[in-house]
T-cell receptor, first 114, second 113 residues
Framework: KAGVTQTPRYLIKTRGQQVTLSCSPI?????VSWYQQTPGQGLQFLFE???????NKGNFPGRFSGRQFSNSRSEMNVSTLELGDSALYLC?????????????FGPGTRLTVL | AQSVTQLDSQVPVFEEAPVELRCNYS??????LFWYVQYPNQGLQLLLK??????LVESINGFEAEFNKSQTSFHLRKPSVHISDTAEYFC???????????FGGGTRVLVKP
């Protein structure tokens, strides 16, 4: 079956702009989590959505937001981009929301902010 | 709050030699433990996980990890590495808060011929 799909794969924006990233989960997966990966901070949890509801939120400013649609696809939005938002954004999906679930990661969207 | 420490940021190793990647965590509650691998320009892939039961867990490609509750460790080992094992390895914990994972800083393994 198809894996986790993230679009776009690469994105270049300038400071102050906003960006929307998309994640399509594996069929049957209802939980989608988002992570930011940078060389300095490593992998950091942004938020998790399950059945269109935010279940968990990491320690990121309000400029970072997300949502989930009825078909479980998820989008995350970053407004007023800053240079420090340059990162690889990964989404991970699983069948349910609960510790210990195997999560499947997408290839990521690499965002560069100039 | 939980945290994960991977003591080695880089580990060079010769092909067919053994390797051990160290992972220590801190948490006030019971946790689930994971090792993920990331190949260049790819997402993360689950290598193995500890949920309960036997403290020694194995993957299909020869890796194993042992959960040590008293030392709060979950070290990853492979008795004989291949060139294809060159990748970055991440230890992660989940603390019964949905699917949230807290990751260590990662260990880059470079296998030399």
């Amino acid at each position: 079956k198809a894996g986790v799909t993230q679009t776009p794969r690469y994105l270049i924006k300038t400071r102050g702009q906003q960006v929307t990233l998309s994640c399509s989960p594996i069929s049957g997966h209802r939980s989608v989590s988002w992570y930011q990966q940078t060389p300095g901070q490593g992998l950091q949890f942004l938020f998790e959505y399950f059945s269109e509801t935010q279940r968990n939120k990491g320690n990121f400013p309000g400029r970072f937001s997300g949502r989930q649609f009825s078909n479980s696809r998820s989008e995350m939005n970053v407004s007023t981009l800053e240079l420090g938002d340059s990162a690889l954004y990964l989404c991970a999906t699983s069948r349910s929301s609960g510790s210990g679930n195997e999560q499947f990661f997408g290839p990521g969207t690499r965002l560069t902010v100039l | 709050a939980q945290s994960v420490t991977q003591l080695d940021s880089q580990v060079p190793v010769f092909e067919e030699a053994p390797v051990e990647l160290r992972c220590n965590y801190s948490s006030s509650v019971s946790v689930y433990l994971f090792w993920y691998v990331q190949y260049p320009n790819q997402g993360l892939q689950l290598l193995l996980k500890y949920l309960s039961g036997s403290t020694l867990v194995e993957s299909i490609n020869g890796f194993e990890a042992e959960f040590n509750k008293s030392q709060t460790s979950f070290h990853l080992r492979k008795p004989s590495v291949h060139i294809s094992d060159t990748a970055e390895y991440f230890c992660a914990v989940s603390e019964n808060k949905g699917n949230k994972l807290t990751f260590g800083g990662g260990t880059r393994v470079l296998v030399k011929p």
